[in-house]
């Protein structure tokens, strides 16, 4: 059964960085795209950012923009998401989500399977 594990969050000061790792398997995880999503308490889920199934593509949130960076390395099936100069409204849990269209989406129903999640916590 398709699974996603995200790791990597924690707390971290303001002006810090964080690397978050989702771990895919039971599917081809070179042939999906693959997305960030983040839910902060109180508000609606939210698109962080997304890479196409080659890897060629990414997208960000403008909330984002210029300071998080998506990857993904195919042999181990994982996507990554680097987060740098993280500022407290960054805080949320942040979601790994398996995407349907292979170019990626910012679009939430645009996602299959989704994560546990991971917390992340940006103190001022």
């Known amino acids: 059964q398709v699974q996603l594990v995200e790791s990597g969050g924690g707390l971290v000061q303001a002006g810090g960085s964080l690397r978050l790792s989702c771990a895919a398997s039971?599917?081809?995880?070179?042939?999906?795209?693959m997305g960030w999503f983040r839910q902060a308490p109180g508000k609606e889920r939210e698109f962080v950012s997304a890479?196409?199934?080659?890897?060629?593509?990414?997208y960000y949130a403008d909330s984002v923009k210029g300071r998080f960076t998506i990857s993904r390395d195919n042999a181990k099936n994982t996507v990554y998401l680097q987060m740098n100069s993280l500022k407290p409204e960054d805080t949320a849990v942040y979601y790994c989500?398996?995407?349907?269209?292979?170019?990626?989406?910012?679009?939430?129903?645009?996602?299959?399977?989704w994560g546990q999640g991971t917390q992340v916590t940006v103190s001022s």
């Open positions: 039971g599917f081809t995880f070179s042939n999906w795209a």
């Open positions: 890479i196409s199934w080659t890897g060629r593509s990414t």
């Open positions: 989500a398996r995407g349907v269209h292979a170019s990626g989406s910012s679009g939430i129903n645009d996602y299959d399977y």
